[in-house]
């Protein structure tokens, strides 16, 4: 059962190991993809520090766009072509993409002008893309590869979890 707890942690990596807990016990026993996103979207909003949006983009087949999933923060771009922005680079490479300026990064899309810094996941099963997970902060170089390592384990936690 989940039971919000703060998080104390000495290290980036022990913080994520302990969000990666609270998720589990959040997600546990629920397989739906809009339940489990939208907690986790919020999970990580209450406690990931120094962001102003977190939240999916949904891969959609047919229309090959990533369309606006579960989120917390201002209003966002509700479509995003495969391969443009960060979100769309990350979905199209299925690999995980941390830009510690959004402003040097080609092809940025500015939903929110104040985000200067994003860390993008893809949530990939099998060869199957899901989505990208997408967190932005107001900071420049607020993410680094440890936030990259952390986040790559909340995803696992979520496709452990959801049936999409």
């Known amino acids: ?6 998080i104390t942690a000495q290290t980036k990596a022990e913080f994520y190991d302990i969000l990666k807990g609270q998720l ?11 339940a489990n996103l939208s907690n986790t979207a919020a999970l990580l909003n209450l406690h990931v520090q120094d962001i102003n949006w977190v939240g999916f983009y949904l891969w959609q087949p047919a229309d090959e766009q990533l369309v606006l999933g ?32 959004v402003l040097t990064f080609n092809g940025h899309i500015a939903c929110d002008p104040v985000s200067r810094s994003e860390v993008v996941i ?27 390592a952390g986040l790559e384990q909340v995803v696992q936690v979520i496709l452990q979890h959801t049936k999409f």
């Open 24 to 34: 589990h016990h959040l997600l546990e026993g629920e397989a739906n993809s809009i």
């Open 70 to 101: 579960p989120f917390q923060g201002k209003p966002a771009c509700i479509r995003i072509a495969l391969g443009k922005g960060v979100c769309g680079t990350a979905a199209k490479e299925r690999e995980s993409v941390v830009v510690a300026d």
């Open 122 to 148: 893809p949530l990939v099963v099998g060869d199957e893309l899901i989505g990208v997970l997408d967190i932005d902060s107001p900071l420049p170089g607020r993410f680094d590869e440890a936030d990259k």
């Open 1 to 6: 059962m989940f039971e919000e707890k703060s």
